[in-house]
């Protein structure tokens, strides 16, 4: 079970718009900032969002974040065959001291 | 251009011990702080442990605490993670990663390819 909680899928059609949500505490997102990152098939997952809404050069601006109290989200506009992925959501966590993660969003572009 | 290679994973009996290296690149290491992210097979992320850039802080997720440590060679740019008391749960690819900052509240940002680690008889 983890601390962060996500769907565990979601899909859509080429050039629709999804959004992924994560759901945390106040010890974690309500007090710190989130982070999504993009994990393709085989490979390891790349920083898609940091500090909550930040894209790291190189990132689409298809890709955007938000936090609002104990909850973030990613969302993603004009879908692309390209992001089917997993994604997942992190935060760190002050009463663990350590990073806590969601359970990952499988995406499907149908 | 910054450049993670993990090495060291492997098969290793229950109870047995082993120590992953991670050697970086492409950036100023002791600036930074280093994190253990590790992956089960079909299952999500789960935290491990990360260090500051001097390793002096160190802070690791409850599944590491008592059998694992992590610890950093600033002059040879390479980051470790000693494992000891394996259980078949440890059976992951563990990522190494660089952080943000060197802030603990700083998330990875770059990611190595991932070492297998392997715990069986």
């Known amino acids: 079970q983890s601390v962060l909680t996500q769907p565990p899928s979601a899909s859509g059609t080429p050039g629709q718009r999804v959004t992924i949500s994560c759901s945390g505490s106040?010890?974690?997102?309500?007090?710190?900032?989130a982070y999504w990152y993009q994990q393709l098939p085989g490979t390891a997952p790349k920083l898609l969002i940091y500090?909550?809404?930040q894209r790291p050069s190189g990132v689409p601006d298809r890709f955007s974040g938000s936090k609002s109290g104990t909850s973030a989200s990613l969302a993603i506009s004009g879908l692309r065959s390209e992001d089917e992925a997993d994604y997942y959501c992190?935060?760190?966590?002050?009463?663990?001291?350590?990073?806590?993660f969601g359970g990952g969003t499988k995406l499907t572009v149908l | 251009e910054v450049q993670l290679l993990e090495s060291g994973g492997g098969l290793v009996q229950p109870g047995g011990s082993l120590r992953l290296s991670c050697a970086a690149s492409g950036f100023t290491f002791s600036s930074y702080a280093m994190t253990w992210v590790r992956q089960a097979p079909g299952k999500g992320l789960e935290w491990v442990s990360t260090?500051?850039?001097?390793?002096?802080?160190?802070y690791k997720a409850d599944s590491a605490k008592g059998r694992f440590t992590i610890s950093r060679d600033n002059s040879k740019n390479t980051l470790y993670l000693q494992m000891s008391s394996l259980k078949a749960d440890d059976t992951a690819v563990y990522y190494c990663?660089?952080?943000?900052?060197?802030?603990?509240?700083?998330?990875?940002?770059?990611w190595g390819q991932g070492t297998l680690v392997t715990v069986s008889s």
């Open positions: 106040s010890s974690n997102i309500g007090s710190n900032y």
């Open positions: 990663a660089k952080d943000l900052t060197d802030y603990v509240d700083s998330a990875p940002d770059y």
């Open positions: 260090i500051s850039g001097s390793g002096g802080s160190i």
């Open positions: 992190t935060a760190w966590d002050d009463s663990l001291s350590g990073w806590v």
């Open positions: 500090r909550n809404n």
